[in-house]
Every structure is written in C-alpha cells, then in structure tokens.
C-alpha cells in the first residue's frame, strides 16, 4: 500500500486531471445545452474513481465495480433527460465514465498512464471542429482502403513467419509487412494533415505537408502547377518545392534512427549538411515571394493496400539487391544499388540499409553513405521533374538550387565513405 504521503500527492494529481477536463467541458459546452459535469463535478468524479480504488487495494474488490455503476447510472439518467431535447450528444457522458477510470488507475499505481490520457482526452475533446472538418473532407473509399490495411495487417502479421528466406537469408516476411506498416503510417500522417488543410494553405505549407506523404509526389505536383500559373509566381513554387525537398533529409533521418538509433546518430551531422542548405535557400526564396497563390496537390492514400504491397515489394527487392551486391561487389555493389533504389524512393534503401547495418551486414559508414548517395540521387530526380515539368519560367531558380543539394548530399556521401 502507499504512504499517506503518496496518497496526499496521487489525490492532488486525481484533482488536476479532472480539473482540466472540466474546464474544457465548461468551455466547450453550448449555452443551450445543459450541463452533466463541469470544472466541479469532474475532480470529484476523479477522486471517487481514486478512493474506490484505493479501497479495493485494500480488500473489498466490489467497491470499485459498484461506485462505477453508479457514476454510470448517473450518466445515464442526464443522457436521458438532455435526449428529449434537440441535443443528443453524449461526450460528456462518456467522458465522465472515463474520468473515473483515470481516477481508479491513478489509485494502482498507473499515475503516468493515467495523466498521459487525461491530456490527450482534453486535447481531443478541445479538437471538436477540427476533427468535424477531417472527418467530413475524409471520404469513404479513403476509409475504407484504411480500414482494409488495418485488417489485413492484423489479421495477416500474425500468421506470417518470424525467420529469414532467401539465399542471404535478409528476406523475414513479419519484418517487411511491419516496416510497411512503419512507412504507410508516416506516410500517412502527412497525408491527413493534407487533407485536413486541404493543401491549400499556401504553396509553402503543401511543400512541407507533400514532403511528409511524398517528395517526390510534391515536387511533380507543384511543378505542374507551375506551369499552368502566372511566371511572376515560379519562386513561389520553387520554394515548395525545395521545403518538400528538404524535409525528405529530416524524413530519413528520423526512418534510420528508428529502425537503427545508432546508425541515426552517425547520419545526423552529414545529413544536416544538405538539409541546412535546403533551409537556407529555402529562406531565400520565402523573401522573394510576393504572390499568395495556393496550390491543391494531389497525393494517394499511402493506406491504400495496392500501394502497400507495391512498396513491401520494393523494400524486399532492394533489400535483397542491397546484400547480394555487397556479397559479390562490397561496398561498391551496394552503392550501385542504393543510388538505382533512389531514383524512386529513399525509403525502402534508407530502411533496408539501416536494417542491414545493425544486423552487422554492412559497416555504419558503408550504410550511411548509401542512404546519402540515395538522397543525392532522388534530388537529381526531383530536379529533374521541376526542370521539364516546370516550364521555362521554374528552369532558372529550380536549376542551380536542385544542382547544389545535388552536389552537397553527394559530397555528403563521399566524405561519409572514405571514414
């Protein structure tokens, strides 16, 4: 059992975390509407979910699931009255149910947990319009190819094999399926965010927002843009182009560093060098521009179970490519196939290199300057897409600054390979 002192302080917390849910609730509440719990009722309903638990620790085990039911009860009896009247909704209900849950769990010594989920409940209580607004610009067969990855890869991962195949013995069919999941959700994350704003913030913003879901997506999209805008607007959309560009470096570290933190620690300096460059010229142009020109980019569903599987593929064929080259040719094979691999993606070479560095297969220096060399590549495949797509007016801006990230990342990428 606790200290009284430590019961004094997980009360105090208890108190907090349904003080701050109920001054959201007061705050969010319409004034027409009636009011089941508010900044008062939440810090007790906490605090009964806390002492309920504290004396089921101690033996009488039925207090708990009885003070429950009867904060239930409560919530219950208040939906049914605010039901005969035009409001219908039911959060607060639930949300109390919840609060009191958060009060028992706080009561075994799950005071972390519990305050995590205090702020994350206010945090998507407080989203109410957002959330509205997501949901309504989410269309159905975007969810329903979400919800098909989702089954598929609960149902599907279990039963797939936790060992290698293969000649090398790289190919673990669990691992690729769990590192497409790792991709897509990333992946995924940019494309909400997209489809929440509705990429059209500004170019500057759909840069930032298609180099979370797609570089090089973001970079065809813009630039064809470009081509049907007015000339006076292509610094503009260079500079959407170059924030996209530059956010691929930070993508890829973080995909290197999650996979093989050590790995990531080494990569960081180096691929600063071309990242910071693309900040700078990225700030460079954010003070040449003068229009206020939008952008709608279109971008796919990364769920989408096509294009999982697509990429799943990839991921094993370079990952497989990536280690018989370095088995008949060293290092050299490996370069040869990670700057091929990057002339479409650098996420399947960044995850396979990674994955092969901390399984001891290639050196930290060998797999960092491969994930360079794939950068320096995808960036001379970038330019090149702004440079024909773009038109003449984006040629003179995109031109020099595509060929000095070109440049850098590949200096990068040389000096990494001869440490």
């Known amino acids: 059992m606790p200290t009284i002192l430590q019961i004094a302080y997980n009360g105090a917390m208890v108190l907090l975390m349904g003080l701050l849910i109920g001054l959201e609730r007061e705050h969010s509440q319409p ?116 919800l098909k990855f989702g089954i598929v890869t609960v149902i599907v991962l279990p039963l797939l094999p936790n060992r290698a195949f293969g000649p090398f013995e790289v190919l673990n069919p669990r691992l690729i399926w769990w590192l497409v999941v790792l991709i897509s959700a990333i992946s995924m994350v940019g494309y909400v965010l997209m489809r929440f704003w509705g990429a059209r913030q500004g ?112 991921f094993a064929v370079v990952l497989f490519g990536a280690r018989a080259a370095h088995f008949y040719f060293g290092s050299a094979g490996v370069y040869v196939a990670s700057a091929l691999a990057g002339l479409t993606d650098v996420d399947a070479i960044t995850v396979s290199a990674a994955r092969l560095a901390m399984d001891h297969v290639l050196s930290p220096s060998t797999a960092n300057a491969a994930i360079l060399l794939a950068c320096a590549a995808n960036t001379l495949v970038k330019g090149g897409i702004a440079l024909v797509i773009g038109g003449r007016p984006l040629r003179p801006i995109i031109g020099p600054i595509f060929l000095a990230l070109f440049l850098v990342s590949l200096a990068a990428c040389l000096v990494v390979a001869m440490l």
Do not use: C
């Open 203 to 314: 170019i500057a913003v759909t840069g930032f927002l298609g180099g979370l879901a797609s570089s090089t997506a973001a970079t065809f999209g813009l630039a064809r843009k470009a081509r049907d805008a007015e000339a006076s607007t292509a610094h503009y959309f260079a500079l959407g182009i170059v924030i996209a560009s530059t956010i691929m470096f930070a993508r890829v570290l973080f995909l290197a560093s999650l996979i093989y933190p050590a790995l990531g620690w080494s990569l960081a300096l180096p691929i600063a060098v071309p990242a910071i460059l693309g900040v700078v010229l990225g700030l460079v142009l954010w003070r040449k521009k003068e229009s206020k020109t939008e952008a709608k980019l279109e971008v796919k569903n990364p769920m989408e179970l096509g294009q999982a599987l697509q990429f799943g593929l990839l």
């Open 31 to 146: 004034e027409d509407e009636p009011l089941f719990a508010g900044v008062r009722t939440f810090p007790l309903i906490t605090l009964i979910g806390f002492m309920s638990g504290l004396v089921a620790r101690v033996g009488s085990v039925w207090v708990l699931p009885v003070a429950l039911a009867g904060v239930g009860a409560m919530a219950v009896a208040s939906y049914t009255v605010k039901a005969r009247g035009p409001h219908r909704g039911a959060t607060t209900e639930f949300v109390a149910l919840l609060a009191f849950v958060l009060g028992a769990l706080t009561a075994f010594e799950y005071l972390i947990p519990a305050a995590i989920f205090a702020v994350v409940t206010t945090l998507i209580l407080s989203m109410k319009a957002p959330l509205h607004q997501l949901a309504e610009r989410i269309q159905k067969d975007e969810l329903f190819a979400i």
